[in-house]
């Protein structure tokens, strides 16, 4: 079966622009998890949808950032009004549920702020 | 705070030798472990779970240990291949998240 999947792969664009950022997770799984990782760096927490349920935001970095899931599958990490440190590779996992015990990634999009 | 540190330099290893990659954490009580493979320009990929009262998990060539009172988990790749080289994360989950050091990379010299 499909695996994660993301779009697009890589993004470049001008510092004060918006970007959308899309993540199409495993069919089934209800859990979906969004990280940013910077070059040399460890995976960074950003959001956690979890079916109905309020998603968790403690990990966006500022209000520039939001994220939804519609219909419990496809999400849309949006930044607006990026800035240069906001370049990275942002990662979507999916996983069967909250008790799923393996996240199942998808290549990540690669963005680029000028 | 809580922190999750690996080896901090990366690791070239010759052929057939054994990588062991160090996974250290503070502040926190995980109830287990996992260690994920990276491969440049792709995103992680699961290898091994190991929960807290496991001594020892294997996997192939894969072995992992988990030592709560140490808080320390050692990941060893046997007779290394130099299909073997990418980068390896260890996680931890804190409450439903995963929590990821930064990694360790690994290069297999033929």
């Known amino acids: 079966g499909a695996g994660v999947s993301q779009s697009p792969s890589n993004k470049v664009t001008e510092k004060g622009k918006d970007v959308e950022l899309r993540c199409d997770p495993i069919?089934?799984?209800?859990?979906l998890y969004w990280y940013r990782q910077s070059l040399g760096q460890g995976l960074e927490f950003l959001i956690y949808?979890?079916?109905?349920?309020?998603?968790?935001k403690s990990g966006l970095p500022s209000d520039r950032f939001s994220a939804e899931r519609t219909g419990g599958s496809v999400s849309t990490l949006t930044i607006q009004r990026t800035q240069q440190e906001d370049s990275a590779v942002y990662l979507c996992?999916?996983?069967?549920?909250?008790?799923?015990?393996?996240?199942?990634f998808g290549p990540g999009t690669r963005l680029l702020v000028l | 705070s809580q922190k999750i540190e690996q080896n901090s330099e990366a690791l070239n290893i010759q052929e057939g030798k054994t990588a062991t990659l160090t996974c250290n954490y503070t502040?926190?009580?995980?109830?287990?472990l996992q260690w994920y493979r990276q491969d440049p320009g792709r995103g992680p990929v699961f290898l091994l779970l190991?929960?807290?009262?496991?001594k020892e998990k294997r996997k192939e060539r894969l072995k992992v240990t988990f030592d709560t009172t140490l808080k320390q988990s050692l990941f060893h790749i046997t007779a290394s291949q130099p299909a073997d080289s990418a980068t390896y994360l260890c996680?931890?989950?804190?409450?439903?998240?995963?929590?990821f050091g930064a990694g360790t990379t690994v290069t297999v010299r033929a």
């Open positions: 996992a999916s996983s069967f549920n909250t008790g799923g015990e393996t996240q199942y």
């Open positions: 069919s089934g799984h209800t859990a």
């Open positions: 949808f979890q079916g109905n349920s309020a998603p968790d």
């Open positions: 502040n926190y009580s995980p109830a287990y």
């Open positions: 190991i929960r807290e009262n496991e």
């Open positions: 996680a931890l989950r804190n409450d439903y998240k995963l929590s």
